[in-house]
């Protein structure tokens, strides 16, 4: 069949009502649509045929996982992903389903007949095997250890490759004196220490503590005992290899455990970074009620959680599809005032909020060039698939977070005594300030005086963001056509 390409964006626009922001390049060599526009390439009639059977952004993604649909050569992924982003946002759009009704319907039945010509009906195809299937009661603990083995124990040496050295999965914190991702998150530790004013002899405990940089940060730079829990058997036991090796074992657990089965408080101090967005909004007071309840009277909580926007009013929230099928099963982002909310109404005492948002975005996209720069070898680690997955994930969060249309809140909270003690300071900058005896590498004065003035990279010094992508640099060009091998261009 001739000119496969310029058939389906004439189908495509009369059942959207609307032009395509890309062009399409089509199994049979044709290509049509917006000139100078992003290309997509569909490699297959599969492609189409996934999309029939899931229209929008799940059969997007399944094409894409499963290698049958490509942006073209020489492409940049964060140009792709913005049109996209901002094609499904158009007004008009806003009302279009794609159903069985709108398929069956005058429009519909002319795209149909397009993709029967192109051979593109026949039996659903087998879904990718990276796509997560989980089952049982939500935010049961068996399905919570389901979910979370899904994505974190997918190889602790394919984490190496994208988180670096410092191996902490979670929004860095770029201070002026931040030269690389590794110094950047060892100034996040460095931050959420003084934040929470740890000193020799205290414990504090990391709920879900990943591989455990956290916990050793604090027990080394600040005396303290801390002990980590995570259900990620991968995280726990490279955790535990790491504690041994550092000496610290008798300064640091780590326990395959659950949040709600820590039977051990009282703790001087609690953590959490980056797990709350698995806890669920069902389950959220009892989290936050929970962490209350293992916290001493004059304790401080410091719980670092992803924010999404609030809906409008009579607005269901929805999550993404392809998040949720294939990144984060189960995961739900809630506005940061209704977590300040649920942790006021655990009892706590919230005193300070800080917006790491740019912060995120450069980190994500110091995680997709570590990513592309080891492309092969990631292949190699996890297979095709899961490397299309992850570096989809990342990129689009970059600019979901770059676009304000996701968040990140460090928010510090206090257990107070019986007599309404918070035990802080009287001003912000005194209790960073007086936050830990030692500095983290990369992270000096000058991080803590950023921090304590409540400004960001941007406001401290304009030019550290440029600085941060000439640090992260451009990953060779070249390769093949297809998405998955190939870097993005910058």
């Known amino acids: ?159 190496r490759l994208v988180l670096g050295a410092s191996m902490v999965y979670s929004c860095a914190y770029w201070t002026p004196a931040s030269r690389s991702l590794e110094d950047a998150q060892a100034a996040k530790l460095e931050l959420i220490c003084r934040k929470l004013a740890l000193r020799p002899g205290m414990r504090l405990l990391d709920v879900g503590c990943g591989w455990g940089s956290l916990a050793l940060h604090a027990a080394e730079h600040h005396g303290v005992t801390a002990v980590g829990v995570s259900i990620s058997a991968e995280q726990v036991a490279l955790a535990r290899e790491r504690v041994a090796a550092a000496g610290l074992a008798d300064r640091v657990e780590i326990r395959l455990q659950d949040y709600r089965e820590i039977p051990d408080g009282p703790y001087d101090a609690v953590s959490s970074v980056g797990m709350a967005e698995h806890v669920g909004s069902e389950q959220y007071r009892l989290y936050a009620r929970g962490l209350y309840e293992l916290l001493a009277p004059g304790g401080r909580l410091l719980n670092h959680q992803i924010a999404r926007r609030p809906t409008a009013p009579g607005e269901a929230y929805r999550t993404s599809p392809f998040m949720d099928r294939y990144v984060f099963p189960d995961g739900e982002l809630a506005p940061v005032g209704s977590t300040v909310a649920l942790l006021e109404e655990a009892g706590f005492e919230v005193r300070d909020l800080e917006s790491l948002r740019e912060h995120y975005a450069l980190t994500l996209r110091a995680w997709v060039a570590n990513l592309e720069a080891a492309w ?51 001003t912000r900058e005194q209790w960073l300030l007086r936050g830990g005896p030692q500095a983290a590498p990369g ?23 440029a600085e941060l992508h000439l640090a992260i640099g451009r990953p060779g060009g070249g390769g093949e056509a297809d998405l998955g091998d190939r870097p993005s261009v910058r």
Request: proline share 7%; aromatic share 6%.
């Open 1 to 159: 069949m001739a000119q496969i390409a310029s058939q389906l964006v004439g189908a495509a626009q009369q059942l959207l009502g609307t032009g395509l922001p890309f062009r399409l390049r089509a199994w049979d060599g044709s290509e049509a649509g917006t000139p100078g526009a992003p290309v997509l390439v569909l490699r297959n009639r599969r492609a189409l045929r996934r999309l029939l059977w899931a229209p929008g952004e799940l059969g997007l993604v399944r094409a894409f996982v499963a290698g049958d649909l490509d942006i073209g050569p020489g492409e940049d992924l964060y140009a792709v992903l913005t049109e996209a982003a901002h094609f499904v946002e158009r007004p008009e759009l806003r009302e279009v389903r794609l159903g069985l009704g709108e398929l069956t319907g005058p429009a519909g039945r002319r795209a149909v007949a397009v993709l029967a010509r192109a051979g593109a009906l026949g039996p659903q195809p087998a879904l990718p095997p990276e796509e997560a299937r989980p089952a049982g009661r939500v935010h049961s603990r068996a399905r919570d250890r389901a979910a979370i083995s899904h994505h974190y124990d997918v190889g602790n040496d394919f984490y």
């Open 376 to 426: 092969p070898q990631a292949v190699r680690l996890v297979g095709r698939g899961r490397a299309r997955v992850w570096r989809l994930y990342m990129a689009a969060c970059a600019l979901a977070f770059e676009e304000n249309r996701i968040g990140v809140n460090q928010v510090l909270a206090v257990r107070t005594t019986p007599h309404g003690d918070s035990r802080l300071p009287a």
């Open 443 to 465: 992270a000096g004065p000058g991080a803590s005086r950023s921090a304590g003035s409540g400004a960001g990279p941007a406001a401290a010094d304009r030019s550290t963001a």
